[in-house]
């Protein structure tokens, strides 16, 4: 079955970022010139998902204004003949039907990904954790979807990451299929360093199905005291395996300050319009460190 939905939990405290996410949710963080929750929505709508849960909670309604209309700038655009800005604003509107729900207490990913169970219903889903922005030109959701097309079993993106990182992430345990792409049978989230099952992770990309939402109603909270949605795949796992998809595509962590930091320098020396300027300016800094 072909990966129809997409969901996007975006309803965390964002509290590696603090104080900027005290009032700003961290998916609208820029990188450049577009908020990290739009890079993850055109990641999902160049995989072909068009229909996308957006999981919020209180304080989040700047992501809801940002994919609707903003009828008087349209119209002070369209007033002044400014056609590009105005056509890029429409694109952003009409990118996907996006809808809402709040997750109403921050219990973990896992509690998150509970509250897509009725717009799920019973097909196979994707899921982009909202502070993750993957940038590639085989957008990585894709890559997950097909794996799941051809393995018929629930997909992990997954990269290997540092001995430090690792204890901070999920472990998985994997053997190599073929390529890029590995048998999952073995899962811990933030393992204890005797615990480490390899330094593969899960990396901010799943594609689940149905029947994750009872494994997820069973899960008791782990790893600090939340709901983990490697818990619940680690059950699906145990039951079933899993594929994990060693993406291509660069990874950043937009719910660290240095993962921000590093978004905004690649893009912006990549961006059409500042990209130039900015690695003149880059240069003439690195000179003086
Ligand atoms: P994180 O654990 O990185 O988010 O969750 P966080 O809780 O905001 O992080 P810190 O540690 O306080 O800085 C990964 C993804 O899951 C979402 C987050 O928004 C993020 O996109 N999430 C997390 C939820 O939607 N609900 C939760 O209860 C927890």
């Known amino acids: 079955m072909v990966v129809r939905k997409a969901v996007i939990p ?3 405290l964002g509290t590696r970022v603090l104080p900027v996410t005290k009032a700003l949710p961290k998916e609208m963080l820029p990188i450049v010139d577009k908020p990290a929750i739009q890079y993850i929505v055109e990641e999902a709508v160049a995989a072909g998902i068009r229909d996308i849960l957006i999981i919020t909670n209180r304080g989040k309604g700047l992501i809801e204004d940002h994919f609707d209309h903003a009828v008087e700038l349209e119209q002070r655009l369209a007033a002044a003949g400014r056609d590009a800005a105005l056509a890029e604003l429409n694109r952003i509107t009409g990118l996907a039907n996006i809808y809402y729900i ?3 207490e921050t219990k973990g990913l896992g509690h998150a990904v509970a509250a897509a169970r009725a717009f799920v ?3 196979p889903f994707a899921v982009l954790y909202g502070d993750d922005v993957i940038i590639g ?3 990585a959701i894709g890559q997950l979807c097909r794996a799941w097309e051809k393995y018929g079993k629930g997909v992990a993106g997954i990269k290997e990451v540092t001995p430090e990182q690792i204890l901070k992430y999920s472990s998985l345990a994997v053997s190599p299929i073929e390529d890029n792409i590995y048998a999952v049978t073995d899962m811990i989230e933030k393992p204890a360093p005797d615990k480490v099952l390899s330094l593969f992770s899960i990396l901010g990309r799943c594609v689940l ?3 994750i939402f009872d494994i997820l ?3 008791p909270p782990g790893a600090g005291g939340e709901i983990q949605l ?3 795949m680690k059950t699906l796992t145990l039951r079933e395996g899993m594929t994990g998809v060693d993406f291509t595509g660069k990874r950043y962590d937009m719910g660290s300050k240095i993962g921000i930091l590093q978004a905004t320098c690649e ?3 990549a961006h059409l319009e500042v990209g130039e300027a900015f690695r003149e300016y880059l240069k003439g800094l690195a000179e003086r460190l």
């Open 10 to 12: 975006a309803a965390g």
């Open 102 to 104: 709040r997750q109403k």
């Open 121 to 123: 219903g019973d097909e």
């Open 137 to 139: 030109d085989d957008p």
């Open 209 to 211: 199905p149905p029947a």
């Open 217 to 219: 109603d069973r899960t």
């Open 230 to 232: 490697t818990d619940a």
């Open 267 to 269: 893009v912006a020396l």
